[in-house]
């Protein structure tokens, strides 16, 4: 089911004959009070937040900003993800903006016009799926992801047709991945639930999928058009520091996004269109990938001794994306790289250039004295979905021990931090080795 922002269509991949109207309303009254976020002062701020105001029309490129209510990037199975807005479309846990949405529905139906027989008798692995880069890592078989992938999109196997119309929400393979400890990289990952082994499909990285172009204002005015409730949580986290919503959010929104590989690229209809690059904003539209850590431990660029550049940390990563094509539409698809033992930690390389681009708005925050850690573990709620798992030889019974490992993974932080500083001369500020993923109270 390709689920379509006012209506429904059920397509075996293409785009389908139109259903009942269904539109959802944009949350126009989550305007107001991020409108308001931005006096000149923070007492002022806070009153912005819970203060009503006529709410002004929400631009469309603003409406995954309104849309937003769970400021984080992995959205847990008991919220909902955020409904459709008119002309958004949704497909394998992706929701595509609506100024991309006719090149989905374009590149859908040329890929079905051009399949030279019906639905139902393409082969899924050689008609349906490929990968959509040439340049694949040498450690993963073309042979093995698609054939995985098509297992789990319901497509191959036992119980799988091939003509079964791709499912809206997330795509993930379940019991493979738990979320886990981590002090190292600011408290949280995602571990291996059982061994994984080399080529392992884990699933299709979700998110909301934008122009490039849009993802800059998204994560520098995005609060403006926010819920009231999401600028509340905001308020509340800077209070007692220098920083401001603004900062929060960028930090926020510019942690859980992902620069999409250049097959993901989509080609608006008309003849020699130039492809649109896209972005994956996670944070508040993600699934449980959204925790997968880099394997860095101290990408502050700003600081002496950082590993940004480092080789030897990014080859440490035993996971990836890959682009792959289904149906026309290319999917960013996580998969192992190598065999991963249970209890292990999921790792994947963000790249350098990701962590430069976080750097400005992580120093800044670091600067006003905003506890990063604290901020990135704003959504609490999820340690009411799923429980979360310590560290080997560490159990979590109940939500009291939960708050007590938190605090000893932020005790943990503070001690390293300081132990570096005295030792390296660092006074680069207090969050060395922070990930953008939080501490275990995430979860």
Not at 120 to 130: E, G, V
Request: glycine content about 12%; proline content about 8%.
């Amino acid at each position: 089911m390709v689920k379509l922002g006012g209506k429904h269509a059920r397509t075996g991949g293409a785009a389908g004959q139109e259903g009942p109207s269904a539109a959802a309303d944009a949350p126009a009254e989550a305007v107001a009070a991020g409108a308001q976020a931005f006096g000149s002062s923070k007492q002022q701020q806070q009153q912005a937040a819970v203060g009503p105001l006529a709410a002004p029309p929400v631009p469309p490129q603003h409406q995954p900003a309104a849309s937003i209510a769970h400021l984080h990037g992995y959205v847990p199975p008991s919220v909902d993800l955020p409904p459709l807005q008119p002309g958004q479309v949704r497909v394998c846990g992706l929701t595509f903006d609506a100024a991309l949405a006719p090149a989905v529905a374009s590149a859908q139906a040329a890929w079905l016009a051009g399949l030279s027989r019906e639905l139902r008798f393409a082969d899924p692995t050689r008609d349906q799926l490929a990968p959509a880069s040439a340049e694949l890592d040498n450690r993963v078989s073309r042979n093995v992801v698609v054939s995985k992938l098509a297992r789990l999109l319901g497509l191959a196997g036992d119980n799988g047709r091939p003509d079964a119309p791709l499912q809206e929400g997330p795509v993930v393979l379940e019991g493979a991945m738990q979320p886990c400890g981590d002090p190292t990289r600011g408290g949280a990952g995602l571990q291996a639930a059982r061994g994984i082994r080399r080529n392992e499909v884990l699933g299709v990285v979700g998110g909301y999928v934008m122009p490039a172009a849009d993802t800059a204002v998204f994560r520098s005015a995005g609060v403006r058009y926010s819920r009231p409730e999401v600028a509340n949580r905001l308020a509340a986290a800077v209070e007692g520091t220098q920083a401001d919503v603004e900062t929060a959010w960028s930090l926020l929104a510019g942690s859980f996004r992902m620069q999409l590989p250049a097959g993901l690229a989509l080609t608006p209809p008309g003849e020699g269109a130039p492809a649109d690059p896209t972005e994956l904003s996670m944070m508040g539209y993600g699934n449980l990938m959204a925790l997968v850590n880099d394997p860095r431990v101290d990408p502050r660029d700003w600081t002496r001794c950082n590993d940004v550049d480092s080789q030897e940390a990014a080859g440490k990563a035993n996971c990836a994306v890959v682009p792959v094509c289904v149906r026309g539409l290319v999917l960013p698809v996580l998969v192992a790289l190598r065999d991963i033992a249970a209890g292990e930690q999921l790792l994947r390389d963000y790249g350098a250039g990701w962590w430069r681009d976080l750097a400005d708005a992580w120093e800044v925050a670091e600067h006003d004295g905003l506890d990063v850690a604290r901020l990135l573990r704003i959504e609490q709620s999820c340690a009411n979905d799923e429980q979360p798992h310590a560290p080997q030889g560490f159990e979590l019974d109940d939500p009291e021990d939960l708050d007590l490992a938190a605090g000893a993974a932020e005790a943990f932080m503070r001690f390293w931090q300081q132990q570096r500083q005295r030792h390296r001369g660092d006074s680069g500020g207090a969050g060395g080795g922070v990930s953008r993923r939080g501490d275990q109270g995430d979860r």
